[in-house]
């Protein structure tokens, strides 16, 4: 078994010698240039998209419709499931320094499958609360260990002159938005039959998940130590910088929750359904499958880590304001969806900047050997404050308020953000 895996996954081998390639060097010389390792992990979470995003682009509309869920129990029920993830990612973390990644992956495949087959069957809230923790919790074990390894791997890409590391994190990104443009598209084929046929067939995804990484991923990955003294979490709550940078990369999250929450309210006023959902979150897809590295590789070049974050985040912002600015017309149909165009445009755009540059950053402010844990606390205070800020978003959205109202405040929070981003870059990071 070992010999196979060693030959499936080899380790590079330092090439120290080598000049960085070309900035405009092509994707396909990019993934030639990746180890197997890298490139199971990429491919993994193209999958790993292809299953969640088949089922959660529909979920609102199904708690309400189906279940009959008030505005502000839906919005809850969200941000509960983004915390059970997001929030949790911490302990997959933690487990992921401990133990190291197969299992942890494996045992977050198995959750998502049960989760997917709860939550197609459930039909009470509190079944559909229990399923979507389930499913949260999941993801809170193998995102963890997918993500911390590729940073990692991504680090020792750039030690090895092959060029900066967010160009591998930009393709991670590019894997997931594909597998976030394929689900919606297989989810709305699925729906015309019902809500369970999606969530059985993102539950038969997962298996294939599994399925792979009990074939491929290695028992030990060279390099990768576990750790087993104590007092990481201690040291991570003493780090201000890194605390800084998790509190604004939460807010980004919760505007990007708001493709689930805000935008399928704005559609359904536009449109008079939630049929053009679909085709925004394909176009938030095309756009990041086609123009992340780009823009990752313009972004290396002349901004840097904070101010690419920054730029992100005031892109992210004015998306908001767009829809702000239009409300108070009253528009629908063709004309009435511009506006939420436009904001999935800036959002995506935003996400472009803020993703790659936030996850580059965290090797450079975490403990040796605790990438995992760092990797999750990321997650973790970001999922508490989609937890608390969904929460209030739907509430904000049943008050009637004047139009403009819930989109102008929901644009303060990225744009306020930007003041807690940590001053000074250092290391790698701030070369890359």
């Known amino acids: 078994m070992t010999d196979r895996i060693s030959r499936v996954l080899p380790r590079r081998t330092a090439r120290t010698s080598k000049a960085p390639r070309a900035p405009r060097e092509s994707t396909w010389r990019l993934w030639k240039d990746l180890s197997p390792l890298l490139r199971l992990l990429i491919l993994t979470q193209l999958a790993f998209n292809i299953g969640f995003y088949a089922v959660l682009p529909f979920l609102a509309e199904h708690l309400g419709t189906a279940i009959g869920m008030a505005g502000w ?9 983004t915390f059970s993830q997001q929030g949790l990612f911490v302990v997959g973390g933690w487990l992921v320094d401990r ?10 495949c198995v959750l998502r499958i049960a989760g997917f087959a709860w939550l197609g069957y459930a039909e009470a ?11 949260g919790f999941a993801a809170a074990l193998f ?44 989810g709305a084929l699925l729906l015309a039959v019902d809500f369970r046929t999606a969530c059985l067939a993102g539950a038969a995804v997962f298996v294939l998940v599994l399925a792979g990484h009990l074939w491929l991923m290695p028992q030990h990955i060279p390099g990768r130590v576990r750790v087993r003294e104590r007092g990481g979490a201690r040291v991570l709550l003493r780090n201000r910088r890194f605390l800084a940078l998790c509190c604004a990369y939460g807010t980004y999250l919760l505007a990007y929750n708001q493709l689930y929450l805000a935008l399928p309210d704005e559609v359904q006023r536009a449109a008079g359904s939630q049929a053009p959902l679909s085709w925004l979150f394909a176009l938030s897809s095309v756009l990041v499958v086609f123009a992340q590295l780009p823009v990752t590789r313009w972004a290396g070049d002349r901004l ?26 009253g528009w629908t149909g063709a004309a009435g969806l511009l506006p939420a165009a436009g904001f999935v445009v800036l959002l995506t755009v935003g996400q472009m900047l803020v993703v790659p540059a936030a996850r580059a950053w965290v090797p450079d402010l975490a ?19 989609v937890l608390v800020g969904s929460a209030a978003t739907g509430s904000l959205l049943d008050l009637g308020l004047p139009a403009a109202v819930p989109w102008l405040v929901l644009a303060a929070v990225p744009a306020l953000a930007v003041a807690l981003l940590p001053r000074r870059e250092e290391g790698a990071a701030a070369a890359s």
């Open 125 to 135: 809230s509190g079944a559909v609360i229990g399923a979507v923790l389930v499913i």
């Open 73 to 81: 129990l839906v919005g809850f029920v969200l941000g509960l499931r």
């Open 367 to 385: 403990e040796e050997g605790r990438l995992g844990l760092y990797m999750g606390a990321l997650s973790s205070v970001s999922g508490l404050i």
């Open 99 to 108: 133990w190291g990644v197969r299992p942890v992956v494996l045992a977050g």
């Open 304 to 329: 840097g880590l904070r101010r690419s974050m920054t730029a992100g985040l005031l892109l992210i912002a004015s998306g908001f304001a767009v829809v702000a600015a239009a409300r108070p017309a």
């Open 143 to 186: 995102s963890p260990a997918v993500e911390s390894e590729v940073a990692r791997q991504a680090v020792v890409w750039e030690e090895e002159r092959h060029g900066p590391r967010t160009r591998v994190l930009a393709l991670f990104s590019v894997a997931g938005q594909a597998g976030a443009f394929v689900g919606p598209l297989l």
